[in-house]
């Protein structure tokens, strides 16, 4: 549509449709996206900016470098062998390149991880993917975990509905600072066996917060440490001497670290989005416009960061031991667990697909190896999970572990069940239409996300570094 169709008749109708039809014209020239009515596809948003992000995306340096050790020190697990890198880490672009975590007791990162040995050893996978932790410090972002179980929540004491309910405490800045307080209270992410440490100990019996809870236990150990003491003064107003010092601090240092490091939005989608046409490839604009378009996928992952953050089912296997849902415990309800309606059974949050190229094994189990299984498995959800191929999982082997891997995909009944629930609309795409969405999905990629290694420090206070 040009300048002069549109102009045209309004004149002829008098002054005032002119005018209004005008700034309608203006308006569509200067918007991003003038080809967005043209071509019937393609986003109808503007950029990812600065004003989007909590602390409008400007944090402060004492806190970062604080959390950047804190997020690396396996001193904030009960037997001092895992951080939160061990699953998030940057060279595996914060998360862990497996389909389920090894959490305490595995030896080793990435694809290299194993479950160990000796009575440390894991004796269980856990049960869900490890999320990459990209641009979570955007506003947008009111709920974490696959089920959205760390939620804002105005309403409580702490400012947050989380499974602590009201043991959380108060004086968390923002919603991964509520995140950050629950790792270390696992049993088999970070807390350790009951018998094992007094972290685990106190984890197993429900104590949280209390002098003999897994918070203050742990900030004791930090207490204990006097580089630790002296980083903490620097970064808090309210932290004169040691004993100021809480998990409350260690959360929201951790916070700030995630927020800045892992802001990533400098994609060709991002430039584009920026108004440079040209930072995408032909190819990746045809992804793009089928995304926004025909194959339906922005229903639920709309927006500049791909995602609606609301909860769907969209028919994803099933594999590993399972969130202690169904018969045997082997089944994840999903955000049923939280709200406790059947309705929401199989649901999980969309996620946000930036730098998704880079984050294998996709879905909230890990169970799709590539951006080519999971974008076919858009063709016909219900159909796609009675296939699905297992020799794609990442799994490292152990038999004791395998066991319980593919018991929900190996029951008929349970994988109809799953397949019943599926909410994402079979979609018409073939072999080129796939390429096309693949070729769109990495125009999500952030170069600088290829190479984190400058996020790693060179050593943490305890001397625990995860490398
Ligand atoms: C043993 C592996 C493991 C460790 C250690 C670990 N995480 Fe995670 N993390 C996960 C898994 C798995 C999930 C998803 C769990 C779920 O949704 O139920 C997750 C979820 C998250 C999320 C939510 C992301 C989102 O998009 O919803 C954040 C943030 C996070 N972790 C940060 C941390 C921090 C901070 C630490 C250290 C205090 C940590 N993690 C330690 C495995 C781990
Ligand atoms: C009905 C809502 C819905 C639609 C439509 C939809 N998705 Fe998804 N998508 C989700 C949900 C929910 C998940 C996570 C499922 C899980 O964890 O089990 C997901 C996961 C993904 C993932 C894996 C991301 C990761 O980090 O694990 C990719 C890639 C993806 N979708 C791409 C697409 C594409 C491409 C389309 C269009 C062909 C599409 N989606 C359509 C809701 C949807």
Redesign the pocket.
Known sequence: MTLRTLTQPARSRGGLIFAVVLVAVVAALVAPFPTHAQNGGGPNFGPVRDRDYLSNGRYDAALVELGRVLFFDEVLSGNRNISCATCHHPENATADALSLPLGEGGVGLGVARTAGNGPGRVRQRVPR?S??LFNLGARQFRSLF?DGRVAIDARSASGFDTPAGDDLPAGLDNILAAQAMFPVTSAIEMAGRRGANEIGRAAARGRLAGDDGVWNLLAQRLRDNPEYVRLFQNAFDDVDDATDLTMVHAANAIAEFEMDAFRSDDSPFDRFLRGNPAALSQQQRRGMNL?YGR???A???GGALQTDRR????A?PQVGPGTGDGPDGRDDFGRERVTGNRSDRF?????S?RN?EL?AP????GAYAT?DA??TH?RNPPQEIRDYDPSQLILPSRRYLDRFDLIVMGDPGRVAAIAASN???P?R?DGRDRAD?VAF?RSLTDPAARDLSSQVPASVPSGLLTR
């Open positions: 993917n999320p990459a696959h995304f194959a339906g996928c229903r639920c992952h909860f769907h089912s969209i994803m649901e999980f949050r969309t996620p697909l998704v984050t996709y879905g909230h189990a951006l999971i974008v858009y909410e994402a609309r979609a795409l969405l999905l």
